[in-house]
């Protein structure tokens, strides 16, 4: 059946460097979100995109994080330089704009930075 | 601004016994509301939603919940607990119906005891 993928699904890094993090969402869909989820805040929105085209990302922090998608069937959400706070799990979730607004998340990608 | 407030970041019953998870919501407009349950290690799923028509919402694996605008609320229930539904939940509300963004609450987690 047709889900969201992450990969990678875990990721150790050292501060100071870059994470790349991709997300393929269900095919058809054109509304892509990107969340982070940490104990403390809770699930955060971070950026999200209509037709590939950036509608927010006023929940990035701009000076490290950014979020593209080169195509329909790929986004990516990159972080340079990583710090030890970044550490949380991200989620990316796709909907269909004009649908009935639910949306389809993916298993996460759980970020640790030491 | 769309704002969800569920009540009890925790919550445990008996195997068998009613499961009721509380949320009140704030909308400046008609809303959209969402359930989605979180098991360990994976992204959520929806459960049940509502958008405007009948205000009792049945979803999956026996959950449903009920839109009452006087309360400004979307409680969920479950008439008979399995410990198979032992996870975290949350309840989204649609900021604007022309968005899509979803405001998560901070989530509640049930356990089950047998």
């Known amino acids: 059946d047709a889900r969201v993928t992450q990969t990678p699904r875990h990721k150790v890094t050292e501060m100071g460097q870059e994470v790349t993090m991709r997300c393929q969402p269900i095919?058809?869909?054109?509304?892509v979100f990107w969340y982070r989820q940490t104990m403390m805040q809770g699930l955060e929105l971070l950026a999200y995109f209509r037709n590939r085209a950036p509608l927010d990302d006023s929940g990035m922090p701009k000076d490290r994080f950014s979020a593209e998608m080169p195509d329909a069937t790929l986004a990516t959400l990159k972080i340079q330089p990583s710090e030890p706070r970044d550490s949380a799990v991200y989620f990316c979730?796709?909907?269909?704009?004009?649908?009935?607004?639910?949306?389809?998340f993916g298993p996460g990608t759980r970020l640790t930075v030491t | 601004a769309q704002s969800v407030t569920q009540l009890g970041s925790h919550v445990s019953v008996s195997e068998g016994a009613l499961v009721l998870l509380r949320c009140n919501y704030s909308?400046?407009?008609?809303?959209?509301l969402f359930w989605y349950v979180q098991y360990p290690n994976q992204g959520l799923q929806l459960l049940l939603k509502?958008?405007?028509?009948?205000?009792l919402v049945k979803g999956i694996n026996g959950f449903e919940a009920e839109f009452k605008k006087s309360e400004t609320s979307f409680h969920l229930t479950k008439p008979s607990a399995h410990m198979s539904d032992a996870a975290e939940y949350f309840c989204?509300?649609?900021?604007?119906?022309?968005?899509?963004?979803?405001?998560f609450g901070q989530g509640t987690r049930l356990t089950i005891n047998p």
């Open positions: 509502y958008t405007s028509a009948a205000t």
């Open positions: 095919l058809g869909h054109n509304t």
């Open positions: 979730a796709s909907a269909l704009s004009g649908g009935s607004y639910e949306q389809y």
């Open positions: 989204a509300v649609s900021e604007n119906q022309g968005a899509q963004k979803l405001v």
């Open positions: 909308s400046s407009v008609p809303p959209y």
